[in-house]
Every structure is written in C-alpha cells, then in structure tokens.
C-alpha cells in the first residue's frame, strides 16, 4: 500500500486514478481486517486509505480519515497538516476556513522559524489568499517575512517571494 501511495500520489502521473482506485481497493481490502492489525498498522492502513481516497478523487472521505489521525495525534503537525492541505485542495470556503485553522493548529506544534514552520505558514497564508482574506495574508506574511528572513528552505522563501508579489497591488498602466 505504500508504495502504491507513492506512485499514485506522483504529480503527472498519467495512471494516477488508476493506481489510486487500486490502493483504494487494497486499502478497503485490507480495512476489513482492521481489528486484527496492531494499534501502529491500523494508524498506517488509515494514512494510506486517506492517501487513496485523494489519489481516486475522494477528497472528501480522505478529509475523514485525515481528521481521525489528526485527533489521533494531537501532537503530531504531520496529519493536521495533511489535513489542511486536502481541504484547501477540495476549496469549498467551509473547508479552506477549516484548512486555516488546522496549519495555525499545526504551526502551534513546531518551534517558529524551523523549516517544517515555514512550511505550515505557507499553507496558512495561502489558505487566507485562497479564502479572500487578503489584507490578514499581507499583514502576517509581512510579520513572517520580517521575523524570520532568512528561515526555511530556499524554496520555501521563494514560494514567500512568490506570494508576495502575487499579493501585491496591481500599479495601474494609466498612472492613475
């Protein structure tokens, strides 16, 4: 199974469906025999259900799974933060206001400024884009940029970069 969320999960990918519908299948399969697994195999079995639903195009049902490992793990940022990337992914205003709160959920969870913050902030601000909240996306993407400049990964700041200019007021070609 996991190697099958491996390659399903592979962007461009033309069989991706296809090999996300026969994860599903072997993950369903293999869920059947839930209570006979050990307590680590059946948090397993759920991240690659989770994987499978999303790969086969079920958005929804992986939003399902991803909130029973999150609350699973409350101190774990992995699932939370999976979690709110599938449901900026699925993009009904319901789920980006649920995604935000899960990446401020998950930057609570790691020490500000490492690598896997910068990363959960990225997702936060692009959640608040995505949900048109743009004045609250400028203001902390200016406070992230400032107290930690030099922080995450070179393509991590570029992504920063990235969104700032796409955040950036339009000049106006009449000069008006």
Do not use: H
């Not at 006979?36 to 991240?47: G, I, M, Y």
């Not at 992986?62 to 939370?80: N, Q, T």
């Not at 490492?114 to 048109?132: C, E, F, H, P, Y």
């Amino acid at each position: 199974l996991d190697g099958l969320a491996q390659v399903a999960t592979t962007p461009g990918s033309s069989d991706r469906r296809r090999l996300g519908a026969l994860q599903l299948q072997a993950a369903e399969s293999l869920d059947q025999q839930r209570n006979t697994l050990s307590p680590a195999n059946r948090q397993r079995l759920d991240r690659c259900l989770a994987q499978a639903f999303v790969a086969a195009g079920f958005p929804l049902r992986a939003v399902a799974v991803y909130e029973r490992l999150a609350k699973a793990a409350p101190r774990d940022w992995k699932p939370r933060n999976r979690l709110a990337e599938v449901r900026l992914r699925v993009g009904t205003a319901p789920q980006v206001q649920a995604a935000i709160t899960d990446w401020r959920t998950a930057e609570r969870l790691l020490p500000p400024g490492s690598d896997n913050w910068m990363i959960v902030r990225l997702g936060t601000l692009r959640a608040l884009k995505q949900a048109g909240r743009v004045a609250e996306c400028r203001q902390l993407l200016g406070v992230t940029r400032l107290l930690y400049p030099e922080k995450g990964t070179a393509a991590v700041r570029a992504d920063l970069k990235r969104l700032a200019v796409s955040l950036s007021p339009k000049t106006d070609p009449s000069g008006m």
